[in-house]
């Protein structure tokens, strides 16, 4: 197992990498401050995981909510029904609730902690690649609203991340692949190292090799817990995170929640914001054509959905929660491996990459 720690400046929490540490109640114990437990799940993951999870917390008062599985079901219903579950199970302050599962499950069951009896702990169990590189950590919580992705929600941090790496065995391949998208990004964003090693083990990965594997999710819990250690709530450096997002987000709120995964939307936004970054001349040709190269190797998508013109994609773009004055934010690479923001690019440039874009 390793431990890395989210040392934010007023508290701090363990991430905990391993095989099989889902099992050790050792590991969740200090976290839970009452004996109230809710297990906030899906009906995927908890065919899988719940019986398991409800043996490691034997001895706990537990109460378990399963919601209805995929992208659909991240909505302010499904978290009423966690809070409409604590009301019936009597839960007090010191509950803590346990989300098992994707990035779904955590960004809902978060954003239920956040607000329940105005904030009460939670500890994240990442079932997924993506929410075991990303999602599980940091504190972004919240759900879609039809008009656009993640609109409601708050920052609200976890207690601990226990990553037990056996879950990834039951994961099937498209989902793996979406995972590796935040993975890549951060290579693109921060680290031309791990992008150079990222390109040699992408094939591993893809096998599920469990050195690589446990090497590329404990890289990119670092490079994420220094980023939101030096900028919890985004005013600046945060917004790196959000590379490939602008386009990505749009496309997933387009296409209707769930038919583009995350990752891939992310996937084939990364792209979109690396040819924006070759047009400014910022990253030359070769440093584009290995992002989509990369982010082929992943079995991810480059084009964007055909069913989109571009009216339809900015106007998408322009509800980014990065958006101020009416004017696009962009995470754009600066060189290759470096983020910058900028809101220099004018939205003809981008109509113009958007025309211009491979569509299927
Ligand atoms: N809070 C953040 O910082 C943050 C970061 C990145 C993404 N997100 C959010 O996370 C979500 C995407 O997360 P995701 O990719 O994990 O999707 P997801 O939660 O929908 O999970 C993907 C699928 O895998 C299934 N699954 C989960 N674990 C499994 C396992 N071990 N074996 C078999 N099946 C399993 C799920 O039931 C689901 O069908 C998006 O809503 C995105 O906005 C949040
Ligand atoms: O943690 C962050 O910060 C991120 O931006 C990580 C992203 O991968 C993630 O998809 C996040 O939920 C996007 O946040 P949003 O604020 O753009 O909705
Ligand atoms: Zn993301």
Redesign the pocket.
């Known amino acids: 197992m390793q431990t890395l720690q989210v040392a934010l400046p007023q508290r701090h929490y363990p991430i905990h990498i391993g095989p099989g540490v889902m099992d050790d109640a050792s590991l969740l114990a200090p976290h839970i401050a009452g004996r109230q437990v809710m297990i906030v799940t899906n009906d995927a993951v908890a065919a899988w995981y719940l019986e398991r999870l409800k043996a490691t917390l034997a001895g706990y008062e537990l109460a378990e909510v399963v919601l209805p599985d995929g992208e659909a079901a991240k909505t302010l219903d499904h978290v009423e029904l966690i809070w409409d579950a604590l009301l019936a199970a009597g839960f007090n302050r010191r509950a803590t609730l346990i989300a098992l599962g994707g990035g779904v499950v955590g960004d809902m069951t978060g954003f239920a902690a956040a607000c329940y009896q105005r904030g009460v702990g939670f500890i994240q169990i990442p079932t997924t690649l993506?929410a075991q590189v990303?999602?599980s950590v940091g504190g972004k919580t919240g759900v879609n609203h039809p008009r656009g992705k993640n609109m409601i929600g708050a920052f609200h941090q976890p207690r601990a991340v226990i990553v037990d790496t056996d879950t990834l065995a039951t994961l099937p391949a498209r989902e793996l692949s979406a995972g590796l998208a935040?993975v890549i990004k951060y290579g693109l964003i921060h680290d031309i190292a791990f992008l150079d090693w990222l390109e040699v083990n992408m094939a591993a990965l893809r096998r599920l090799e469990t050195g690589p594997l446990s090497e590329a999710i404990r890289r990119s819990c670092e490079i994420k817990a220094d980023i939101v250690v030096e900028d919890e709530t985004e005013q600046g450096i945060r917004a790196h995170?959000n590379l490939g997002?602008t386009f990505?987000h749009a496309i997933e709120t387009a296409m209707g929640y769930g038919s583009w995964l995350?990752?891939e939307a992310?996937g084939a936004g990364m792209v979109m914001a690396a040819g924006l970054s070759q047009r400014l001349g910022w990253i030359d040709e070769a440093s584009f054509e290995r992002v989509e190269r990369v982010v082929e190797a992943a079995g991810l998508p480059r084009h964007m959905p055909s069913a989109i013109n571009a009216d339809r994609f900015l106007s998408l773009m322009h509800l980014d929660k990065k958006v101020f004055d009416a004017r696009l934010r962009l995470i754009l690479l600066k060189p290759l491996g470096q983020a910058c923001i900028t809101d220099e690019v004018g939205e003809s440039a981008v109509r113009e990459l958007l025309e211009g874009w491979p569509r299927r």
Request: glycine share 20%; hydrophobic share 40%; aromatic share 0%.
């Open positions: 993506l990303d999602a935040e995170l997002h990505g995350h990752g992310v």
